[in-house]
């Protein structure tokens, strides 16, 4: 059960390592922002590749079809990992060994939908991931096994998350292993050390240059590539993709030189990247030939 790009790498690991995946389970297509064509998940379409059967509920809470369909193909175990939808309890009570969680955080910090962005804006320097045995609540079930990642710096959440699913891709084979064999521990999660990455709202890319440049870095790694940092300009969005911290210093707000550093709280940000609203991307050096942002200016 997956749907975003996290959880290809898996699914191709267990179909590579010769396991029988009898169904996958992901998310409805869903109408793309531009025109009504419907757009099915990563996993939908590396499923289709594989030529594995795909089934894409609305809701599995009170979804009779579905708990039949699982009673009549008697799992092994179930595997979830991005999937989007929480597994009621009549569910997880189907599989033979039961229902098991890769999560990209070190748990329980980071419990919820946005564990990779929230670390990186978070300025930390190492995270993980965690396989879990599923119970009715929020990433709170028992720990299989941990394994740790250090986030390099100025590593960007796109980056995190491929690194974090090639470690998961990995770890999976043994895990499962273990799980067959009966050589597993289980570890109750200390819920009293839990934090919680809540699902990223657009708003919060907006830059506040009062800030420390390594805020607003955290900030613009954390969030590439969607939705995306950015600043407005005569009321145009622009979207920051790449940018660094630069010792110079300026006002704060203000694009203090030809190399389109900005000032904020302690430094600088230097933006290498950039999109205007309903553009390209473009490198600053295409960006500076026709901008109207000059050395001088102030943005918010």
Request: proline share 4%.
């Amino acid at each position: 059960m997956g749907t975003s790009s996290f959880a290809v790498p898996i699914l191709k690991s267990l179909y590579q390592n010769g396991y029988s995946v009898s169904c996958v389970y992901t998310q409805p297509p869903k109408k793309s922002n531009r025109g009504q064509r419907l757009n099915k998940s990563p996993i939908n379409l590396i499923s289709e590749t594989l030529n594995l059967e795909v089934r894409t509920p609305e809701r599995l809470k009170n979804n009779i079809e579905e708990e039949k369909f699982l009673k009549k193909i008697k799992p092994d175990l179930s595997i979830v990992v991005s999937y989007g939808q929480l597994i009621p309890k009549n569910l997880l009570e189907i599989p033979k060994y039961g229902f098991f969680n890769v999560h990209a955080s070190l748990l329980p910090k980071w419990r919820g939908a946005a564990p990779i962005q929230r670390a990186i804006m978070n300025l930390e320097n190492k995270t993980g991931i965690t396989l879990i045995k599923l119970n009715e609540n929020l990433d709170e079930g028992p720990i299989i096994n941990k394994y740790d990642f250090k986030i390099s710096e100025n590593m960007n959440a796109q980056e995190l998350s491929e690194n974090l699913a090639s470690l998961a891709s990995q770890k999976i084979i043994d895990d499962l292993d273990s799980i067959f064999t009966g050589n597993i521990e289980l570890t109750n999660q200390d819920n009293s050390k839990a934090t919680y990455a809540k699902k990223i709202d657009k708003s919060e890319g907006k830059i506040n240059w009062n800030e420390n440049a390594e805020k607003i870095m955290g900030k613009i790694n954390g969030l590439y590539p969607f939705p995306g940092a950015w600043f407005l300009f005569n009321g145009e969005r622009y979207k920051i993709l790449k940018a660094e911290v630069s010792d110079a210093k300026g006002e704060k707000g203000m694009m203090h030189s030809d190399n389109f550093e900005i000032g904020c709280n302690n430094k600088s940000i230097k933006i290498l990247s950039i999109q205007r609203e309903g553009k390209k991307v473009q490198t600053i050096k295409e960006f500076i030939l026709g901008t109207k942002i000059k050395k001088g200016t102030y943005i918010i």
